[in-house]
Nanobody, 123 residues
Framework: QVHLVESGGGSVQPGGSLTLSCTAS????????IAWFRQAPGKEREGVSC????????????TYADSMKGRFIISRDNAKTTVYLQMNSLKPEDTAVYYC????????????WGQGTQVTVSS
């Protein structure tokens, strides 16, 4: 059974950095897009970044939400079945629970979700 486990959250001051990890079990990363989402209190969940499947026909390998471009970097280590989200220049508005999710390249839905990890940016 597929499991996704996020780690790396915590508290950081504005301008600081954190790197989140999403480790998958029973899943071959090549066949899945792995995305990061976040949800702040009282707000809807929003997409942060996605690293697409090797077999994606979208023509893109990585996407970022506009507000994260230039600050966040997503990467993948297939051997460790882990996707990373390096977050730099963090702002208080980045405070949220961050989730990773997996979507098979033949599907249009994210079937698998992690439990989330809290990121708090505050002085």
């Amino acid at each position: 059974q597929v499991h996704l486990v996020e780690s790396g959250g915590g508290s950081v001051q504005p301008g600081g950095s954190l790197t989140l990890s999403c480790t998958a079990s029973d899943l071959t990363l090549d066949y899945y897009a792995i995305a990061w989402f976040r949800q702040a209190p009282g707000k809807e969940r929003e997409g942060v970044s996605c690293i697409h499947s090797r077999f994606s026909t979208s023509g893109r390998s990585i996407t970022y939400a506009d507000s994260m471009k230039g600050r966040f970097i997503i990467s993948r280590d297939n051997a460790k079945t882990t996707v990373y989200l390096q977050m730099n220049s963090l702002k208080p508005e980045d405070t949220a629970v961050y989730y990773c999710a997996a979507q098979n390249y033949e599907s249009s839905r994210y079937h698998y979700w992690g439990q989330g990890t809290q990121v708090t940016v505050s002085s």
